[in-house]
C-alpha cells in the first residue's frame, strides 16, 4: 500500500504557492515563464544551429539560397520547439496551480510536462516527430525503470538485458535477411547490421549477388613483405607477414558446404569478419578515448590501453565470430541457407555483449525493433496505424524525464540532466525541493547528489 500512495495523485497535496516551488527566484509567474524563455531560447539554438549546419556539409555540395531558406526556417522552427518545451512547463505548472488551489504526485512535474510537450511538438517538422520519440522513449524509458526499481516493483539483472538485446538483434537480423530492410531504405540501423554480419548471404538470398570466384591464382596474389622491409620495420613487419600468410592459407581452403554464400572458406570467413570488427572496437574506443579523456590521456598515456579499450573490440569481435561460425554450422547440418537460422546464431552471437553491456544500446535496439516491427506489420496490413502515436510518445517520456528530474534526480541519466541544467540556465537545479520531501521520495537529498556528481550548484539569483 505504501508503495500504491507513492503512485497515487491524491495521496499528498502541497497547498503552497508556485512561487515556494517553481520559481523561487521570482515572485512574478510571467517573468519566470519569460526568463526560461529566453535561456532556453539561447541554448536550442545554439544546440539546433550545429544540426544543421552539419545537415548542410553531409549534402555534399555548394547550398543555394533555397537550400538555406529551408536550413534557417527548419532551423527557427525546432529552436522554438525545444523553446517551447522548456518555458511551456512553469506557464502550465503555474497555471494548474491557480487552477486547482495545490500541487499533488502529478501536478508538481507530469501534467505540466506533458502538456507543455503537446504544445511543443506541433512545432516540429513532422518528418523529426518519429526520431525525437525514439530518443526520448529511449532515455524515458531508462528512468522509468530506475523509478519502478526504486519502489521495488522491478528489478534489474544483467541477463535479463542480454536476453532482450539477443531477441531484437534476431528480429532485426531476420528482417534483414528476409529483404524487409528494403522497405527502409533511410533506416541506419540496417547499414550497422550490414557491417557486422555482412550482407552477401543476404543479398543473396534475394537474387541480387552472386558469388565471385577466389582470386587464388598466383598472378592475383598479394605480393608479400620482403627481408628489406622487414629488417627496416622489425618485428611489426613479421607479424604483419605472417598474418598475411596465414589468412592467404585459410581462404585456399575448400568451402566445406555449397549453401554457404561466402567465395572463401568457412574458416577463412569467420576469422576475417572477427578480427576485422575486433579491431574497428578497440579503434573506436581510442577515438572516444582521445575525444572525452584528452587530459588524462596526456598525462599518463599508458591509460590508453588499459583493459576497458578492448570492450567494445570483444563485443563486436566475438559477435561476428559466433553468428558467422554458428551459421555455417547450421548451413552445413540442415544443407540448406534458411533464414530461420538467424535466431540461434544471433541469440548465441549476443552472449559477448557483457563485455560491453550498455543499457542505453539495449534501449535502443528495443525501441528500433519495436518501430520497425509495427510499420512492417502495418505495411503488410496486419493492424492499423495509431493517430499521433509518435507525438502521444514523446509527450509522455517528456513527462517522465521531468518527473525524474524534479521529483527523483537519481534516476535522470546524468547527460540528459546536464542537458536540462544548460536549457533552463540552472534553473532546474534551482526550483525548491524542500516542499517535494513530503512525497517521502527523499527528493532533496536526491537532488544534492546528482549536483556533487555533476559538480553543479544552485543558484537563485536571476533577473528573471
Given amino acids: 500500500?505504501?508503495?500504491?500512495?507513492?503512485?497515487?495523485?491524491?495521496?499528498?497535496?502541497?497547498?503552497?504557492?508556485?512561487?515556494?516551488?517553481?520559481?523561487?527566484?521570482?515572485?512574478?509567474?510571467?517573468?519566470?515563464?519569460?526568463?526560461?524563455?529566453?535561456?532556453?531560447?539561447?541554448?536550442?539554438?545554439?544546440?539546433?544551429?550545429?544540426?544543421?549546419?552539419i545537415s548542410l556539409l553531409m549534402r555534399k555540395r555548394i547550398p543555394t539560397a533555397s537550400d538555406l531558406k529551408h536550413t534557417l526556417y527548419g532551423l527557427l522552427r525546432s529552436t522554438w520547439f525545444l523553446t517551447t518545451a522548456a518555458y511551456g512547463f512553469p506557464v502550465f505548472g503555474c497555471a494548474l496551480r491557480k487552477l486547482i488551489g495545490n500541487f499533488n504526485f502529478l501536478t508538481v512535474a507530469f501534467v505540466p510536462a506533458f502538456l507543455a510537450s503537446i504544445l511543443a511538438i506541433s512545432f516540429e517538422r513532422p518528418s523529426r516527430r518519429p526520431l525525437l520519440a525514439l530518443y526520448v522513449a529511449n532515455v524515458g524509458s531508462e528512468s522509468l525503470w530506475k523509478i519502478l526499481e526504486a519502489r521495488n516493483l522491478v528489478r534489474?539483472?544483467?541477463?535479463?538485458?542480454?536476453?532482450?538485446?539477443?531477441?531484437?538483434?534476431?528480429?532485426?537480423?531476420?528482417?534483414?535477411k528476409k529483404g524487409y530492410h528494403l522497405k527502409f531504405r533511410k533506416e541506419p540501423l540496417f547499414d550497422v547490421l550490414k557491417f557486422i554480419i555482412g550482407d552477401?548471404?543476404?543479398?543473396?538470398?534475394?537474387?541480387?549477388?552472386?558469388?565471385?570466384?577466389?582470386?587464388?591464382?598466383?598472378?592475383?596474389?598479394k605480393k608479400l613483405p620482403g627481408p628489406?622491409?622487414?629488417?627496416?620495420?622489425?618485428?611489426?613487419?613479421?607479424?604483419?607477414?605472417?598474418?598475411?600468410?596465414?589468412?592467404?592459407?585459410?581462404?585456399?581452403?575448400?568451402?566445406?558446404?555449397?549453401?554457404?554464400?561466402?567465395?572463401?572458406?568457412?574458416?577463412?570467413?569467420?576469422?576475417?569478419?572477427?578480427?576485422?570488427l575486433f579491431g574497428t572496437g578497440v579503434g573506436i574506443q581510442l577515438a572516444l578515448k582521445l575525444v572525452f579523456q584528452m587530459k588524462r590521456v596526456l598525462k599518463n598515456p599508458k591509460s590508453l590501453f588499459t583493459r576497458d579499450t578492448m570492450k567494445i573490440g570483444m563485443f563486436l569481435g566475438g559477435f561476428s565470430a559466433i553468428f558467422r561460425t554458428v551459421s555455417c554450422l547450421l548451413r552445413s547440418i540442415t544443407g540448406k541457407d534458411c533464414p530461420y537460422q538467424i535466431f540461434p546464431a544471433v541469440l548465441l552471437a549476443s552472449t559477448t555483449l557483457k563485455y560491453n553491456l550498455d543499457t542505453s544500446i539495449v534501449l535502443y535496439l528495443m525501441w528500433k525493433c519495436l518501430q520497425l516491427s509495427f510499420?512492417?506489420?502495418?505495411?503488410?496490413?496486419?493492424?492499423?496505424?495509431?493517430?499521433?502515436?509518435?507525438?502521444?510518445?514523446?509527450?509522455?517520456?517528456?513527462?517522465?524525464?521531468?518527473?525524474?528530474?524534479?521529483?527523483?534526480p537519481n534516476t535522470i541519466r546524468t547527460s540528459y540532466w546536464r542537458f536540462l541544467m544548460n536549457l533552463s540556465g540552472g534553473r532546474v537545479a534551482a526550483m525548491d525541493r524542500k516542499p517535494l520531501d513530503g512525497f517521502g521520495l527523499e527528493t532533496s537529498k536526491q537532488l544534492m547528489g546528482v549536483l556533487e556528481r555533476t559538480h553543479g550548484k544552485i543558484q537563485r539569483d536571476y533577473v528573471w
Wanted: aromatic fraction near 14%.
Fill in 1 to 53: 500500500m505504501g508503495v500504491l500512495s507513492k503512485l497515487s495523485p491524491s495521496s499528498m497535496t502541497i497547498t503552497g504557492d508556485c512561487v515556494d516551488y517553481i520559481h523561487p527566484w521570482i515572485k512574478s509567474c510571467p517573468k519566470a515563464s519569460i526568463g526560461m524563455c529566453v535561456c532556453a531560447f539561447k541554448d536550442s539554438l545554439r544546440i539546433y544551429s550545429t544540426v544543421y549546419f
Fill in 156 to 176: 534489474s539483472s544483467n541477463n535479463r538485458l542480454i536476453a532482450l538485446f539477443g531477441v531484437c538483434a534476431s528480429l532485426l537480423t531476420f528482417y534483414y
Fill in 200 to 221: 552477401i548471404g543476404i543479398e543473396r538470398q534475394l537474387g541480387t549477388v552472386q558469388p565471385q570466384p577466389s582470386h587464388t591464382e598466383s598472378g592475383n596474389r
Fill in 228 to 276: 628489406k622491409f622487414i629488417v627496416q620495420y622489425g618485428v611489426i613487419a613479421y607479424l604483419v607477414k605472417y598474418y598475411v600468410q596465414l589468412m592467404e592459407k585459410l581462404k585456399k581452403l575448400p568451402v566445406r558446404n555449397k549453401c554457404c554464400p561466402h567465395n572463401h572458406s568457412c574458416v577463412y570467413y569467420c576469422i576475417d569478419g572477427s578480427i576485422k
Fill in 375 to 408: 510499420q512492417l506489420g502495418q505495411s503488410k496490413g496486419y493492424w492499423k496505424g495509431i493517430p499521433r502515436f509518435y507525438e502521444l510518445l514523446y509527450c509522455f517520456f517528456t513527462a517522465i524525464l521531468f518527473h525524474s528530474a524534479l521529483m527523483e
